[in-house]
């Protein structure tokens, strides 16, 4: 069993930063690969940043590239989602993901443990 618990969001102007967290208790951290996902009202779940368990390899929304990374911190069992240049699209909520294995997937169905979620709101 994996706990996960997100947080950092809030309420940031357009063109903004943020830095989610995500803490993870539980079993071994290194053998789980991470994503984080964004639900805005009305709509699915989507895949925003994906990193490998080992943390060397990371892959990206198209929405999010360029802008937002991903990192882990192995001896803090935490993943980080930095958030630069924030627009009102990017507002949902932020879900952090554990899949079991090495590698992340942009499919939410593919992940074993969910957090609570965290609120990104962008305002105009």
């Known amino acids: 069993q994996v706990q996960l618990v997100e947080s950092g969001g809030g309420l940031v102007q357009a063109g903004g930063s943020l830095r989610l967290s995500c803490s993870a208790s539980?079993?071994?951290?290194?053998?789980?690969?991470m994503g984080w996902f964004r639900q805005a009202p009305g709509k699915e779940r989507a895949f925003v940043a994906g990193?490998?368990?080992?943390?060397?390899?990371?892959g990206y929304a198209a929405s999010a590239k360029g802008r937002f990374t991903i990192s882990r911190d192995h001896a803090k069992n935490t993943v980080y989602l930095q958030m630069n240049s924030l627009e009102p699209e990017d507002a949902a909520v932020y879900y952090c993901?554990?899949?079991?294995?090495?590698?992340?997937?942009?499919?939410?169905?593919?992940?074993?443990?969910w957090g609570q979620g965290t609120q990104v709101t962008v305002s105009s």
């Open positions: 993901a554990a899949v079991s294995g090495r590698l992340f997937s942009n499919d939410p169905r593919q992940y074993d443990y």
């Open positions: 539980g079993r071994t951290f290194n053998n789980y690969a």
């Open positions: 990193i490998s368990g080992n943390g060397g390899m990371t």
